[in-house]
C-alpha cells in the first residue's frame, strides 16, 4: 500500500520542504485549499482533498476533512481494520501534518470583532490532529514547523519514524490542542463573565515556555519563564535592553517594585530587595524621586531593584549606575542612547515595561503543590472619603496625603508591616516580621542608622494594631499621625492610647496582608 501524506496548515512555515522531501520518498500528498493551492505553486503534486475522499468541499470550506474516509485512514491500527480498508478501498494515511487556525492571532489583533474570532475557531484541524496523536503508533502526526527536518532526516536515514519520535509528537499535538481550546475558553468567557474571568467552577490554564532563567531563586536551583495562555489577564510584558539574562529573583521583585509604583501619578520612584520596598518616593521629577527613595535604606539598595513610573533621562540613569550596585533598572521607556551610556556595566538588566491599563484584571497565583490558589490582585482603592478620623487630633491635608502615600507602599511590603512616610517619601520601613512591634522596632532602628529623623513622620500598619505597644513607641519616635485598618477588639483602647499621646488617627477599613 502505498504511503500517503495529508498536509492542511494555516501556517507555511517549511511546508515547502517537508512536503517536497516526503513526495520525493514516495509519498502521495492530499491537500486542501490555500494548502494545496500554495503547494502546487511550488511545483509540488498534490491530490485535492475532494479527489480524495470523492467528496466535494461545503460550507465555504468548512467541511472538508471531516470526512469518514480521511479518519478512517488515520484511526486504523489493526491488522482487521487495515483489512476493512482494502476491502472498502479507503488508504492509510501514514504522515498527518496540520496546524492551526491563527486563533491567538486574531484575538489579538486591534479591532477584532467576535464574528471574526468565531470565524477563526479550527475545527477540522483540531479532530486530524486528536486522531493522528492518539493513533501514533502507526502515524506520525506534525503540527510544529521546527520538527519538520527532524522527522525528514529520520525517514531519509531509517524509512520509518522512530516510535519514541512518534510519541513526542504526539504529546505535542496534545498539549498544542489543549492550549487552543484554553484561549478558546479564555476568550468567550471575558465576553460572557465581566469579572470573574478566573474564578469560574472549572478553568482551564496553559502555559508555554518563553525563557531559561538564569537561575532560580538560589543557583543550584533551574528555572523557566512561561506565560500562561488566558486573554483575560492583564500582560507582564517587558523588552530587555541590556545585561545578563534575567532570574528568578529579578523577576519577582520587578514585578512587585512596578506593581507598587504604578500606582502613583506623580514622577515616582521604587527601590526593591527580596520583593520588599526599601525605599520609595514620589516627587517633582524622576531625579529627586529617586534620591529620596535611595536615602531611605542605601546598604538595602544595593544590589536592589530600581523601577520609575516615568521615563528616565540618560543623565539620570548614569548618576545612578556610577552611585551604586544595581540589578535591574526599569521603566516604561529610555532614552535613545541609554546603551552608549550604561556601556562600561554591561551586566545592568534594563527593562522597558508596559504600564497596566485602566481596565486590566490581574490575578494572582500560587501553587500549593497539586493545588492552585487564585485571588484578585489586592486594588482596592484607598482615598481621603474613605478614611475615618477616629481621634480628637485631625490630620492635617499634608497628613493625609502622606498617609495615602505610606498605605500604598505598605500594600506592597511583605506583613507584619510599617512604613515612615514625610512629604511623600519615605523615611524607614520595617517588613516581613511575625511581631508588628519587630518591624516597627527594625525600621526606626534603620533611620538611627542612617541619621534619618522621623520626628513629624506619619506611620503606616497594613493591619491592625491589637496591642498599644505601637503606638507609644510611634510618640516616642516623634510620630504625628497615623494610618491602619482598624477592625481590632481593642480599636478603643488603642484610639485612647493615641488620643492620650495628641496623635492623630485614621482607618482605612482595609487590610492589606501581603505574604
Partial sequence: MKKIALISVSDKTGIDSIASGLSKMGYDIISTGGTAKHLISKGIKIIPISEFTNFEEILEGRVKTLHPVIHAGILAKSK????????SKYSLIDVVIVNLYPFEKTISK????FSNAIENIDIGGPTLLRASAKNHNRVTVLT??????????ELSKNGKVRSSTRLKLAAKVFSKVSKYDSLISSYLNSKSIKAENLMQEVISINAHELDKLRYGENPHQKAKLYKISKPSLAAFDYNQLSGKALSFNNLVDTESAYSCVEQFSRPSCVIVKHANPCGAACADNLEQAYNYAYKTDPTSAFGGIIVFNKKPSSKLIKKIVEKQFVEVIAAPSFDKNILEVIKNKPNIRILEIKLKGKND????TKLLRDKLLIQEKDEKSVTKKSLSVVT???????QLDDMLFAFKIARYVKSNSIVFVKNNKTLAIGAGQMSRIDSTNIAFNK???EKISLKGSVMASEAFFPFRDNVDLAKKIGVSAIIQPGGSLND???????DKHKLAMCFSHTRVFKH
Fill in 447 to 449: 533611620s538611627k542608622k
Fill in 361 to 364: 484584571l490581574i490575578y494572582e
Fill in 110 to 113: 486591534r479591532g477584532c470583532t
Fill in 144 to 153: 510544529d514547523p521546527s520538527d519538520y527536518d527532524p522527522v525528514l532526516e
Fill in 80 to 87: 482487521k481494520d487495515i483489512e476493512d480498508l482494502r476491502d
Fill in 492 to 498: 478603643d483602647k488603642i484610639i485612647d492610647v493615641a
Fill in 392 to 398: 480628637k487630633k485631625k490630620p492635617t491635608t499634608k
